[in-house]
């Protein structure tokens, strides 16, 4: 099965991110939007997985989280991978991006002893959008150019989830949530 560790987003935090997504779709891009339902932010993708190693990386995850507590992080720019002038994904950023790359990190390097690939390249984002040409590009970057994000929420958990993929788009079913616990901040 094809995985992903990721924060989930609450639904309020999705609403909110859905609000300016309506903008950017009445624009002439020629981007695939995320559905709302999907929003999330990736941690580590996993790719192709036997059923076997779902408890070991469950183990893992538990044991991470009981580390850190939960965190509140708010949404504060637009971004573009790799970079405005050549966009391919499109993006919201969050701050306390080094508690994030901290956590990512721990998780990354204890998933290593299971045999997945360290890549230590995490960004804390929320993919909203991937392209396929620039068209149109301009006229979203002077709507995002004003636009002031202004919402804050709160990490406590991280989920596996398995991702299948439709003509549709993709389809994430939840395999297991490692709660926060109390410990030391990340």
């Known amino acids: 099965?094809?995985?992903?560790?990721?924060?989930?987003?609450?639904?309020?935090?999705?609403?909110?991110i859905s609000e300016w997504e309506n903008d950017f779709k009445c624009l002439k891009l020629d981007a695939k939007f995320v559905d709302c339902k999907?929003?999330?932010?990736?941690?580590?993708?996993?790719?192709?997985i036997n059923e076997d190693k779902i408890q070991p990386i469950k183990n893992i995850v538990d044991d991470v989280v009981k580390?850190?507590?939960?965190?509140?992080?708010?949404?504060?720019?637009?971004?573009f991978f790799p970079n405005r002038n050549n966009p391919r994904v499109f993006f919201i950023a969050t701050d306390k991006e080094e508690e994030l790359k901290?956590?990512?990190?721990?998780i990354e390097d204890r998933?290593?002893?299971?045999?997945?690939?360290?890549?230590?390249?995490?960004?804390?984002?929320?993919?909203?959008?991937?392209?396929k040409s620039k068209r149109?590009?301009?006229?979203?970057?002077?709507?995002?150019y004003n636009l002031k994000l202004n919402k804050s929420f709160l990490i406590d958990r991280i989920v596996l989830f398995k991702s299948m993929l439709t003509p549709s788009g993709p389809i994430y079913e939840e395999i297991f949530t490692s709660i926060f616990k109390s410990g030391i901040d990340v």
């Open 38 to 48: 999907n929003l999330h932010i990736t941690l580590k993708f996993l790719g192709e």
């Open 1 to 16: 099965m094809r995985t992903f560790l990721a924060i989930p987003l609450s639904q309020n935090v999705k609403d909110y």
């Open 111 to 131: 998933l290593e002893n299971l045999g997945f690939v360290k890549e230590e390249r995490f960004k804390s984002h929320i993919t909203l959008a991937r392209f």
């Open 102 to 106: 901290k956590l990512a990190y721990n």
């Open 136 to 144: 149109d590009i301009e006229s979203l970057n002077k709507i995002i």
């Open 67 to 79: 580390t850190f507590k939960p965190l509140e992080v708010k949404l504060v720019d637009f971004g």
